[in-house]
């Protein structure tokens, strides 16, 4: 689980397997589109999970 913040101040939040591959997705404009339409982005935190359902999970708690 990982949280972006946005050029604009706004944060995002997402799963993922592997966080420095997200995170060039991200920065390139392959992300989501809340992040596409404001980069850049800076990863502010994140949290590693032994299963994806686990970090699913608590993304939906953040």
Known sequence: MYILE???????TGSTINIK???FQHQN??????TKKRLP??????EE?????????REKQV
């Open 49 to 57: 999970y032994p299963r994806i359902e686990t970090a699913f999970y």
């Open 21 to 23: 591959r997200r995170l």
């Open 6 to 12: 946005c050029c604009d101040g706004s944060y995002y």
């Open 29 to 34: 404009g392959e992300g989501a589109n809340h």
């Open 41 to 46: 982005v800076n990863l502010v935190y994140f």
